[in-house]
Nanobody, 115 residues
């Protein structure tokens, strides 16, 4: 079955950086557009970045210029590099297909930005 395992979150100060990873399995990873999502406390989950099978990327306004999504099809892994972290980036970060499989949401990885 489709499965995602996210990792790489942590506690960082504003201005810091993190690289999140997501290992995918159970489908032909290389042909799908992948997405990173986040859910802040008390808010709905939102899509923050996508990457197509060909490597084209798109970002939500909140991440433009600070987020970089990439993928390694040989490893069935998608990454999210977050630079210049802000307190408002605090959230649980998830990956899924850009058209998400509802049954496949993983545990996510917690990113906490504190001053």
């Amino acid at each position: 079955q489709v499965r995602f395992v996210e990792s790489g979150g942590g506690l960082v100060q504003p201005g810091g950086s993190l690289r999140l990873s997501c290992a995918a399995s159970g489908f032909t990873f290389s042909i799908y557009t992948m997405g990173w999502y986040r859910q802040a406390p008390g808010k709905q989950r939102e899509l923050v970045a996508t990457i197509t099978s060909g490597g084209s990327t798109n970002y939500a306004d909140s991440g433009e210029g600070r987020f970089t999504i990439s993928r390694d099809n040989a490893k069935n892994t998608v990454y999210l590099q977050i630079n210049s972290l802000k307190i408002e980036d605090t959230a649980v970060y998830f990956c899924n297909l850009a058209r998400p499989r509802v049954e496949a949401w993983g545990q996510g990885t917690q990113v906490t930005v504190f001053s």
